[in-house]
């Protein structure tokens, strides 16, 4: 079984609606992390967990909230979709450590209409 | 905050050859540069990593190097397959507190290996 599940996989939503992308880890790690990507602007952080109790804002969290359910899942809301929101969602994990791998999902293709 | 620059965006090579991205940094506390391949419907794995200690890191037909004064790194793949057709990037990362490590990405590199 995958290390980082995310679904759905693919959601096609209309301008306005609230969306909720989950993401689920069986790595036992406490850091998770929701990052989207655009082609040609690589990947770029919206929030970090480093426990349930810690949620951190990333670089590009503006339109986006997060809910650490337990250690193991970290889902990420989209409170009233728009346009621009369309990209590819990517959910990671990590022990947080220097030189410990971030294991990423496989992703959610989002789309706002 | 940390800045990392790629190039090229993409890049063809004919199978069998050799393939060369680089990065640049702005951070000089950055101690911690991962590369990642991305293959088409999937998500970034890591394919080699180097820590500012080291100079040069290689796994197989796999290497990267790190010029720490110059604040640039580079991957290197040798004798390309068509499976190595992907997309790559590259990392930053340092100490950002609490233990952490907050990596910053650059834009990635369309590899395209021709048979």
């Known amino acids: 079984d995958a290390d980082v599940t995310q679904t759905p996989r693919n959601r096609i939503t209309k301008t306005g609606k609230r969306i909720m992308l989950e993401c689920s880890q069986t790595?036992?790690?406490?850091?998770m992390y929701w990052y989207r990507q655009d082609p040609g602007l690589g990947l770029r952080l919206i929030y970090y967990?480093?426990?349930?109790?810690?949620?951190n804002k990333g670089e590009i969290s503006d339109g986006y909230s997060v809910s650490r359910q337990a250690q193991a899942k970290f889902s990420l809301s989209l409170e009233s979709a728009i346009p621009n929101q369309t990209a590819l969602y990517f959910c990671?994990?990590?022990?947080?450590?220097?030189?410990?791998?971030?294991?990423f999902g496989p992703g959610t293709r989002l789309t706002v209409l | 905050g940390e800045n990392v620059e790629q190039h090229p965006s993409t890049l063809s090579v004919q199978e069998g050859d050799s393939a060369v991205i680089k990065c640049t940094y702005s951070?000089?506390?950055?101690?911690?540069f991962p590369w990642y391949k991305q293959e088409l419907g999937k998500g970034p794995q890591l394919i080699i990593d180097?820590?500012?200690?080291?100079g040069e890191k290689k796994d197989q037909r796999i290497a990267v190097t790190l010029n720490k004064t110059a604040k640039h790194f580079s991957l290197h793949i040798t004798e390309t397959q068509p499976e190595d057709s992907a997309v790559y990037f590259c990392?930053?990362?340092?100490?950002?507190?609490?233990?952490?490590?907050?990596?910053?990405f650059g834009k990635g590199t369309k590899l395209s290996v021709i048979p």
């Open positions: 990671a994990t990590t022990t947080g450590l220097v030189g410990d791998t971030q294991y």
């Open positions: 967990s480093f426990d349930v109790k810690d949620i």
């Open positions: 990392a930053a990362s340092k100490n950002s507190g609490a233990g952490s490590y907050q990596l910053t």
């Open positions: 951070d000089s506390a950055s101690n911690y």
């Open positions: 180097i820590r500012s200690n080291v």
């Open positions: 790595k036992g790690h406490d850091r």
